[in-house]
């Protein structure tokens, strides 16, 4: 039978559990305030916005595809060639936001061949490339 302190040990976070965990938390909050600077300066007009604020009110009834038509915004990862804008600049801290899952199982893609435990690292390697796959867009379903 299991003892209270065998039971706490099988309990305890691995190194690797740990990293992952650093990733998402440090990631997180880099995001964040990746996310309220470019906020503040969209908001403040420091930079230019691909859209005038004066002119949002146009779009706001408007579904996302009209609204995409309208303005003229590109769709996918059109974004990215917007980032001197203003109102596209912060997609920056959004990107890395979901990203940090695939960064995190990157690092534990090392951590699991270091310690040749095949199966994990077979399961964490899907995971990346299926989370990839899906974030391209190249399946057609949306990708965005």
């Not at 995190?104 to 077979?122: E, N, Q, S």
């Amino acid at each position: 039978m299991t003892t209270e302190q065998e039971k706490k040990e099988l309990a305890k976070p691995t190194k690797e559990q740990i990293v992952y965990a650093d990733i998402l938390f440090y990631g997180s909050w880099l995001g964040i305030f990746i996310m309220v600077i470019t906020y503040f300066l969209y908001l403040g007009g420091i930079i230019e916005p691909y859209i005038p604020i004066s002119k949002m009110p146009d779009y706001w009834s408007m579904p996302s595809d009209h609204f995409a038509h309208a303005a003229d915004v590109p769709l996918g990862w059109g974004w990215m060639g917007l980032l001197g804008t203003g109102d596209f600049l912060n997609f920056i801290g959004i990107a890395l936001l979901g990203a940090l899952t695939i960064v995190g199982y990157l690092v534990l893609i090392r951590a699991y061949l270091r310690l040749k435990d095949t199966p994990f690292m077979l399961i964490t390697l899907v995971e990346v490339l299926v989370l990839v796959l899906a974030a391209s867009g190249i399946l057609g379903s949306g990708g965005h």
